[in-house]
């Protein structure tokens, strides 16, 4: 692998870099088929709108529904796409991820589930279906220096969909943002005419909800973080914030319904301030908003008893807690 | 059992009520012997010094330290009391404790677990063995209230301390300040003597720090909630809070240290304005105490990766967690 440069905000010309980017995926594709799958978060939609500019037909896009998405998200994206001009092929694969994630409460190892069931299962065997040998990847500067520093496991996505990088050839992943950061992706996604609610999106996790659920992952736990997720967005959205979140907590604790003792879950609200995900410190949110949030949550999320807020910076804290 | 009528604060002369309690519990205990367990609590203090004053050498005081008190409790309890001439008994008892909390998880189990080492083991062989007939009982207006509503259980001390009610006769339970609430019990303290120290501390609870503990309770997390405790009570006494408290989440939580993945722990912080701790709500601490709390306890006590707020409200919140 050869060094990877990082083009600094400062010296980003978002035109410009669309207009390189168009040409290099245009001349490696030639007449070939590219692939890529597309989650909703601003990377995946600046990569699927970029190369579709490059290569109109020759693109197919999917997007996987794995059931730890937030609230009709699925819909939401394949709609926004088409406006745009682009047709995404939704495919529900919710059964294969819940029955991969039974069990699981080891963080790795449910990322790992997840990892195996994207690649492996699910977009390697359309990778293969398609016979496209070119993959379209949304990685970053941030992917990158994490995968490096260790944080984040290291990704060969030709092995991790069961594709012997040995004995086959002529496959080729293709990441035209991988010298930027998130920042830099915002001013291309922006250049590239996606509107603003995705440009400003807040980064979601690779592991959707499932980031989001401290221990084992069931549909219903999904569905409480969900719940609670949708309220955090909704009062949330108009801070500016870099990203905000909502954890459902394994440990139980006390709480009182109509005067009764009621062993009940915990939320944890997190609010970041950050330029790149690398270092973060929680938003100075208003008590205002933080009661309101305890409210809602505590009353509209059945089960719900508690609700904190994140005060810890990162490091040695990290954005998600999964 | 009669119904119990509150004095109101309002109401309350804390003077003429210490004067009538004295004489109260003089004429009951009579030439007999008294017993009581001081927990270092206002509560707990307030009554010790009030029946001292009735009982004198009549009444014998008992520290117990169940290996789960906050840092140096024990010693600091008795040389405060020694100062104020009252003698009390330090009885080292933390192998009972920690070998009947051993396996438990859940909170009614632990809770029930220090209840049974307490009053069955420890002070019901202290009072057997001494002879005393008269058990004073640190008992407040809200204890009455919480165990009516079902939110406490119901305390027999006599059935709690193995002494069979049907059969033995004779034994009494005294509870001097029963018709007070927490304010009222701080302004009688006060009255009596107690140092500011004592009469403003804030509420403890009865398990101890096993209430500030989710999940299995051993002496390694009992010093790290020990360890955040300290903290939390140094950054928050001049805050005036009603109650302030960290609890050790059983949870894990990602966290990153020196560059690296560091799967570690979470301390939930907790501060409260109440009267009486029936409703409460969280103290609005600025956001400058917030980040010196995440950042003492994030490196002062080993493992810690996450430190959270409380934002709820009780109800439906409690004021602990376990």
């Given at each position: 692998?050869?060094?990877?440069?990082?083009?600094?905000?400062?010296?980003l010309k978002p035109k410009e870099f669309i207009e390189e980017k168009i040409k290099e995926t245009s001349s490696i594709v030639g007449s070939g088929l590219a692939i890529n799958a597309l989650s909703g978060g601003?990377?995946?939609?600046?990569v699927t709108l970029l190369c579709h500019k490059a290569l109109g037909e020759k693109l197919k896009t999917y997007f996987i529904d794995n059931g730890l998405m937030r609230q009709d998200e699925p819909e939401y994206?394949?709609?926004?796409?088409?406006?745009?001009?682009?047709?995404?092929?939704?495919?529900?694969?919710?059964?294969?991820?819940?029955?991969?994630?039974?069990?699981?409460?080891?963080?790795?190892?449910?990322?790992?589930?997840?990892?195996?069931?994207?690649?492996?299962?699910?977009?390697?065997?359309?990778?293969?279906?398609?016979?496209?040998?070119?993959?379209?990847?949304?990685?970053?500067?941030?992917?990158?220096?994490?995968?490096?520093?260790?944080?984040?496991?290291?990704?060969?996505?030709?092995?991790?969909?069961?594709?012997?990088?040995?004995?086959?050839?002529?496959?080729?992943?293709?990441?035209?943002?991988?010298?930027?950061?998130?920042?830099?992706?915002?001013?291309?996604?922006?250049?590239?005419?996606?509107?603003?609610?995705?440009?400003?999106?807040?980064?979601?996790?690779?592991?959707?909800?499932?980031?989001?659920?401290?221990?084992?992952?069931?549909?219903?736990?999904?569905?409480?973080?969900?719940?609670?997720?949708?309220?955090?967005?909704?009062?949330?959205?108009?801070?500016?914030?870099?990203?905000?979140?909502?954890?459902?907590?394994?440990?139980?604790?006390?709480?009182?319904?109509?005067?009764?003792?009621?062993?009940?879950?915990?939320?944890?609200?997190?609010?970041?301030?950050?330029?790149?995900?690398?270092?973060?410190?929680?938003?100075?949110?208003?008590?205002?908003?933080?009661?309101?949030?305890?409210?809602?949550?505590?009353?509209e999320v059945p089960g719900v008893v508690s609700v904190t807020y994140n005060i810890t910076k990162k490091p040695p804290s990290t954005i998600e807690a999964v």
């Amino acid at each position: 692998m050869t060094k990877i440069e990082e083009i600094k905000l400062e010296a980003l010309k978002p035109k410009e870099f669309i207009e390189e980017k168009i040409k290099e995926t245009s001349s490696i594709v030639g007449s070939g088929l590219a692939i890529n799958a597309l989650s909703g978060g601003v990377d995946s939609a600046a990569v699927t709108l970029l190369c579709h500019k490059a290569l109109g037909e020759k693109l197919k896009t999917y997007f996987i529904d794995n059931g730890l998405m937030r609230q009709d998200e699925p819909e939401y994206v394949v709609e926004l796409f088409k406006k745009l001009g682009v047709h995404v092929e939704l495919l529900d694969a919710k059964k294969e991820f819940f029955n991969a994630l039974k069990g699981l409460t080891d963080p790795e190892e449910k990322r790992e589930a997840i990892t195996q069931t994207f690649y492996k299962d699910v977009f390697g065997r359309i990778v293969k279906e398609s016979g496209a040998k070119y993959l379209l990847q949304g990685t970053n500067f941030t992917d990158v220096e994490e995968t490096i520093a260790g944080i984040k496991r290291q990704h060969n996505i030709l092995e991790q969909i069961g594709i012997d990088t040995e004995k086959t050839f002529g496959y080729k992943v293709i990441e035209p943002i991988i010298q930027l950061r998130k920042t830099g992706v915002r001013e291309v996604a922006k250049a590239l005419g996606l509107p603003e609610e995705i440009y400003k999106r807040p980064p979601f996790p690779g592991p959707a909800l499932v980031a989001r659920v401290i221990g084992e992952v069931t549909p219903e736990k999904i569905e409480t973080v969900r719940q609670a997720t949708k309220i955090v967005e909704e009062e949330l959205s108009n801070t500016g914030a870099f990203q905000y979140l909502a954890i459902l907590h394994e440990d139980r604790v006390t709480g009182i319904r109509d005067g009764k003792r009621d062993f009940g879950l915990q939320i944890e609200v997190r609010c970041w301030e950050s330029k790149d995900a690398l270092i973060g410190s929680p938003t100075r949110l208003p008590y205002e908003t933080l009661d309101k949030l305890a409210q809602r949550i505590s009353t509209e999320v059945p089960g719900v008893v508690s609700v904190t807020y994140n005060i810890t910076k990162k490091p040695p804290s990290t954005i998600e807690a999964v």
